[in-house]
């Protein structure tokens, strides 16, 4: 099977596998090269797959998958591989405590201008007007 995993802003994945285990909504699934085709939503967590090489890892935030004959493409919103499951954990938390921090600047941005043109509109009404 051709494994594709794609990101937003990268191609994170594009391999020759034998063999894909991830989670979807309704559980866990593995697929196999004469799988019937197959769509599914994924949730967070891990993917793995195997290839010539040995077993493969990766960390996918919520996507969907298809498999359309050979082909398995995944489409998520964020991913990162690892090697192995400790330095993958170790990876995802670096990445997300980062996310963390940039989500929480950018409410606060958002925040300040919401108050700011709610401060500006209650200003900008006619004096009399209730």
Do not use: Y
Not at 15 to 24: A, L, N, P, Q
Not at 44 to 70: C, D, M, N, R
Request: contains cysteine; charged residues 25%.
């Amino acid at each position: 099977m051709k494994l594709h995993v794609l990101l937003p802003i990268e191609v994170l994945v594009e391999e020759e596998v034998s063999k894909i285990v991830g989670e979807g909504q309704n559980g866990s699934f593995c697929l196999l090269p004469r799988h019937v085709d197959f769509v599914t939503a994924l949730v967070p967590g891990i993917l793995s797959w195997t290839t010539a090489a040995g077993e493969q890892l990766a960390a996918v935030s919520e996507g969907v998958l298809v498999k359309s004959g050979p082909n398995v493409s995944i489409s998520a919103r964020d991913g990162i591989r690892g090697d192995q499951l400790e330095t993958l954990q170790q990876l995802v938390e670096e990445r997300f405590l980062t996310l963390d921090d940039r989500e929480r600047s950018a409410r606060q941005a958002v925040a300040r201008l919401e108050a700011d043109f709610f401060r500006r509109f209650l200003e900008s009404g006619e004096p009399g007007r209730v």
